[in-house]
Nanobody, 116 residues
């Protein structure tokens, strides 16, 4: 059974930082590109970032460039998203996703709230 379990989401003040983690199991993690997708209240899903199998190629939506860093640890089947300089508009449920268009499996999400 494929499992993607996100963690690290909390409430943080504008300008703060967070690191999200995603523990993957049930598939060969190192064989798949991975993505982070977020969904803000009342809005549709928005792709945030992706990383290739080896971790040496990364992709970001324009709003994340320069602030977010995606990384992976293939030895420990874990995906990360380091988020700096957080803004209120980053408030969303953040999902760890297997694949990079098409998306294959989704985690349950972790809530990030940026508010003063």
């Amino acid at each position: 059974e494929v499992q993607l379990v996100e963690s690290g989401g909390v409430m943080v003040q504008p300008g703060g930082s967070l690191r999200l983690s995603c523990a993957a199991s049930g598939f060969t993690f190192s064989n798949y590109d991975m993505s982070w997708v977020r969904q803000a209240p009342g809005k549709g899903p928005e792709w945030v970032s992706a990383i290739n199998t080896g971790g040496d190629t990364t992709y970001y939506t324009d709003s994340a460039k320069g602030r977010f860093t995606i990384s992976r640890d293939n030895a420990n089947n874990t995906l990360y998203l380091q988020m700096n300089s957080l803004k209120p508009e980053d408030t969303a449920l953040y999902y760890c996703v297997r694949g990079k268009m098409p998306y294959i499996d989704w985690g349950q999400g972790t809530q990030v709230t940026v508010s003063s």
